[in-house]
């Protein structure tokens, strides 16, 4: 059988051997770059507060950008519970401010680090015992491992509550 045929293509990889050549300011090249443009635009718009991209409807973009901080924040208070423990109500309102503008970099237990650090620096209206409870959430987890969450983190934890004199 041949590969020679009428509307056959040949398969090539990346550096192995003859390919399309395209010229850089060729159609398909410009649409590329376009579209890199764009993309990156619309996703600083909804991660980054960023401007709202030529084309797209502003009203819609702050609607997805809300649904995505609501999300981030769903997961967030998945992996560390005790963080709407301590904020109550004001949880989701704390963490939609903390996010618009800050993109999450580095995973959600980072995220949440640097949301606790950020209430930690910049909310005088924190209780006294919130502020108590988030600095030590805080400190129990900045170590270089995480606590353990199993029964051999938990036992340890619960025993030394219930001993007299600890």
Do not use: C, N
């Not at 009428?6 to 990889?13: D, E, H, I, L």
């Not at 507060?49 to 997805?64: H, K, N, S, T, Y």
């Not at 309102?93 to 930690?120: E, I, K, N, Q, S």
């Not at 400190?139 to 938990?154: D, M, N």
């Amino acid at each position: 059988m041949s590969d020679t045929g009428p509307g056959s293509r040949p398969v090539t990889a990346p550096g192995l051997g003859p390919g399309p050549v395209t010229d850089p300011g060729s159609g398909t090249d410009a649409a590329r770059r376009r579209l890199a443009t764009v993309q990156a635009a619309l996703l600083g718009a909804l991660v980054a507060d960023g401007p709202v991209p030529a084309g797209f409807d502003p009203e819609r973009l702050e609607i997805q950008r809300r649904a995505l901080v609501a999300k981030r924040a769903s997961v967030i208070a998945g992996i560390a519970p005790e963080l709407p423990d301590v904020l109550g109500d004001q949880y989701r309102p704390a963490f939609a401010a903390y996010a618009r503008g800050r993109p999450m970099t580095g995973g959600y237990r980072p995220d949440a680090m640097r949301f606790v650090a950020h209430l930690l620096d910049s909310d005088p209206a924190l209780s006294r015992r919130r502020r108590r409870r988030l600095r030590r959430w805080y400190r129990e987890r900045s170590g270089q491992a995480p606590r353990g969450w199993g029964l051999a983190g938990l036992l340890p934890r619960r025993l030394r509550r219930t001993r007299p004199g600890a």
